[in-house]
Nanobody, 123 residues
Framework: QVQLVESGGGLVQAGGSLRLSCAASGRTFSSYAMGWFRQAPGKERVFVAAISRAGGSTSYADSVKGRFTISRDNAKNTVYLQMDSLTPEDTAVYYC????????????????WGQGTQVTVSS
């Protein structure tokens, strides 16, 4: 069982940056690949980024590639999402999730989810 708690969301102007954090409970954090997803109002939840168990491999949605960076600190049981050059289209609730698979972009592959943190980008 893994419990995930996101933080770091908020209101930012277009072009700004935010850093999201996701703290995980338990002593098996390093055995999970981690992902970030987002859900905009009236839309489905979509993949944003994922990172492998040791952090050596990452994957990004095309919409965020080059602007967002996912990282993890297994000693702190925490995964991060650095978001730069934000646009209003990035406005959404951001969720972190844990997967027992290697590196997966499908939400169905994630067994554990946080409650989400709101990110709002004003124009």
């Amino acid at each position: 069982q893994v419990q995930l708690v996101e933080s770091g969301g908020g209101l930012v102007q277009a072009g700004g940056s935010l850093r999201l954090s996701c703290a995980a409970s338990g002593r098996t954090f390093s055995s999970y690949a981690m992902g970030w997803f987002r859900q905009a109002p009236g839309k489905e939840r979509v993949f944003v980024a994922a990172i492998s168990r040791a952090g050596g491999s990452t994957s990004y949605a095309d919409s965020v590639k080059g602007r967002f960076t996912i990282s993890r600190d297994n000693a702190k049981n925490t995964v991060y999402l650095q978001m730069d050059s934000l646009t209003p289209e990035d406005t959404a609730v951001y969720y972190c999730a844990a997967s027992g698979s290697y590196l997966i972009t499908a939400g169905s592959g994630y067994a554990y989810w946080g409650q989400g943190t709101q990110v709002t980008v004003s124009s």
